[in-house]
């Protein structure tokens, strides 16, 4: 079962902040963030495990609340390379990405 | 900077005809996947590979897909007799072991006609 991103879209202008949340009916046990430009490949953005650990790179925060079975990326002082379309994915094991479920996205544009 | 390579960038094939996607992974990776996007759609999971075996597949694997390593670099996704619906952006990921980050290729646009 796929998570469910929030919002579906949003524009922002050049600087301003935007949040997107990805939440899933099933237990998490990792939480994984893509960014895909337009005609491009997902670019990995950051990784978020049980217990805590995050990883990723980028001037670009993540969130994990494993009791609500939520994430939530933080995209802050957006810059026009930041649009494209974030997926959220979820994978059944800690740290690993043998199966990763991808959300239906949340296309992101920035302008000027 | 290592990177994912996939061929071909683009194929048209008709109904029923086999088709083979090409991948090369990053050299030191050994988890491999597939997935595929239908235009505007998103990323959907197809298989899995570790140690020369599949590990993990999707509702959308059935019997007219199968994957294979058949030699130390290539790994290959072999559609049988492809469909209409089988028209998608195919893409191929590595993983190095536990990073859990993929690395995609480009991606394969398969036009089935």
């Known amino acids: 079962q796929q998570p469910v991103q929030s919002p579906q879209a949003v524009i922002l202008r050049e600087g301003e902040d935007a949040v997107i949340n990805c939440s899933s009916s099933?237990?998490?046990?990792?939480v994984h963030w893509y960014r895909q430009k337009h005609g491009e490949a997902p670019v990995f953005l950051m990784i978020?495990?049980?217990?805590?650990e995050q990883k990723g790179h980028e001037k670009i925060s993540a969130s994990f609340n494993e009791k609500k079975q939520q994430s939530s990326l933080y995209l802050t002082a957006s810059q026009l390379s930041y649009s494209g379309t974030y997926f959220c994915?979820?994978?059944?094991?800690?740290?690993?990405?043998?199966?990763?479920?991808f959300g239906t996205g949340t296309r992101l544009q920035v302008t000027l | 900077e290592p990177e994912v390579t996939q061929t071909p960038s683009h194929q048209v094939t008709q109904m029923g005809q086999e088709v083979i996607l090409r991948c090369v992974p990053i050299?030191?990776?050994?988890?491999f996947y597939w997935y595929r996007q239908i235009l505007g759609q998103k990323v959907e999971f197809l298989v899995s590979?570790?140690?020369?075996?599949?590990?993990?597949k999707s509702e959308i694997f059935d019997d007219q897909f199968s994957v294979e390593r058949p030699d130390g670099s290539n790994f290959t996704l072999k559609i049988r007799s492809t469909k209409l619906e089988d028209s998608a952006m195919y893409f191929c990921?590595?993983?190095?072991?536990?990073?859990?980050?993929?690395?995609f290729g480009e991606g394969s646009r398969l036009t089935v006609l």
């Open positions: 990921a590595s993983s190095g072991v536990y990073t859990g980050e993929l690395f």
């Open positions: 099933k237990a998490l046990y990792s």
């Open positions: 978020l495990l049980k217990g805590g």
């Open positions: 994915g979820t994978a059944p094991f800690t740290g690993t990405a043998s199966k990763l479920t």
């Open positions: 050299s030191n990776h050994l988890y």
């Open positions: 590979f570790y140690n020369n075996e599949i590990s993990e």
